[in-house]
């Protein structure tokens, strides 16, 4: 082996070249900054800038907690699984066919959020039909997944830097031109309005698997990764919302870079929105591809039949009229992820009494601290989204 070279590991089957730290981190910042980064300043916009801030911090650190726990699951498991495969290992059958449910039905919903969004988006910056571009994005994100892992660990590093380096400048040049007025302004009415969308953009707990899979023998330098992966989209959103409700108000549009564009001219028009191009084009391929790893490791489906399923059902829901961008994301991050998370907080419990490998130099020493809020947050976001769904 060269010094060029790195160590290869046999995953699902077959083998496979390690990643980085630093791919590591971007497979899991790559999966978290997509649609979501796009609707928190509509939904921070309705709920007044220091409320809704307050929610970004907060429930950042409640996901950290959770994604520390499904790391410390992984780290504990000898098989490479994904999330419903742990709860089927841990709990059962039934935790096994619940949490299949929810995660897939989040997961396609993520994805027909990518669909509307890149539509919207690449509209605003090529003009024509934002149908027409939600199928031509379709199209080329469905080849990427059906690539595989490598293609996507390669693409993801390059466009999540990108999307990272652009977030941030947008935010501190529009941070530059804050309007104090939008300080000031509250509307406690709407309190409960972005516990969805917010939940929904800081997810990602199906590239922790991926990353630990492919990120073997250091339990250190995973944990590492997961805690910076998980860190920089909270911070970005932060600087985000705050930059965009700080010029826009109560304008906010549903996908914030549309609005930006429409108010500050061309050049904002196309670096807001090719920005979120590239933001959603990495979460629909990460996430794209985490779906089909569930299907094949942990059902033991025809990874044929899974790449089919995984670029099917989303555009299914899009051509039968499914559209409300920041709807679509409140049902994918409230209900969904909310069963979700309130699953792997029981998984990672027994997994720390019956898990087959010590993780030593992973363990979390505060772990029941941790896991209170995490179930408070999740179960709370569930019941809300019920509600919301009937009609209350």
Do not use: C
Request: proline share 3%; glycine share 10%.
């Amino acid at each position: 082996m060269t010094l060029n070279e790195k160590p290869i590991v046999l995953h699902q089957g077959v083998y496979k070249k390690t990643a980085t730290v630093t791919e590591a981190v971007f497979m899991i910042t790559g999966m978290t900054i997509g649609a979501g980064v796009l609707g928190i300043p509509y939904v921070v916009a309705q709920v007044g800038l220091k409320i809704g801030l307050l929610y970004i911090l907060g429930l950042g650190i409640v996901m950290l907690f959770l994604n520390l726990m499904i790391g410390e699951i992984a780290v504990r498991t000898k098989e490479n699984l994904q999330l419903p495969g742990f709860a089927g290992k841990y709990l059962g059958n039934w935790a096994k066919s619940l949490l299949s449910f929810t995660v897939i039905f989040s997961s396609i919903g993520a994805l027909l959020a990518y669909i509307v969004g890149e539509g919207r988006t690449l509209s605003a910056l090529l003009g024509g039909d934002p149908a027409v571009w939600s199928v031509i994005f379709w199209t080329l994100g469905s080849v990427a997944v059906w690539r595989g892992l490598q293609t996507v660990k390669k693409i993801e590093k390059i466009l999540s830097f990108l999307v990272i380096t652009i977030i941030a400048g947008i935010s501190f040049y529009f941070l530059s031109h804050f309007q104090w007025t939008a300080w000031s302004y509250s509307n406690p009415v709407q309190v409960f309005l972005p516990y969805g969308v917010i939940l929904f953009a800081l997810h990602a707990s199906p590239a922790i698997a991926e990353a630990h899979a492919l990120l073997p023998g250091s339990q250190r330098h995973f944990r590492k990764a997961l805690v910076i992966g998980t860190l920089i989209p909270i911070v970005l959103y932060m600087l985000f919302a705050a930059a965009v409700v700080g010029v826009m108000g109560g304008s906010t549009t549903e996908v914030a870079t549309i609005g930006l564009g429409e108010k500050f001219g061309p050049a904002i028009l196309i670096l807001g929105n090719l920005f979120a191009t590239m933001a959603m084009g990495t979460g629909f391929i990460g996430l794209g591809i985490a779906l089909k790893q569930i299907l094949t490791w942990d059902h033991k489906i025809n990874n044929l039949v899974s790449t089919l399923l995984v670029i099917i059902a989303p555009i299914t829901f899009f051509v039968i009229g499914v559209r409300s961008f920041v709807g679509i994301l409140d049902v994918a991050g409230g209900l969904f992820i909310g069963i979700e998370a309130v699953l792997m907080v029981m998984i990672y419990w027994r997994a720390r009494k019956v898990g087959a490998i010590e993780a030593s130099r992973y363990k979390l020493s505060w772990a029941p601290l941790m896991m209170v809020p995490v179930l408070l947050v999740f179960t709370a976001a569930t019941i809300f989204s019920i509600f919301k769904l009937l009609g209350y």
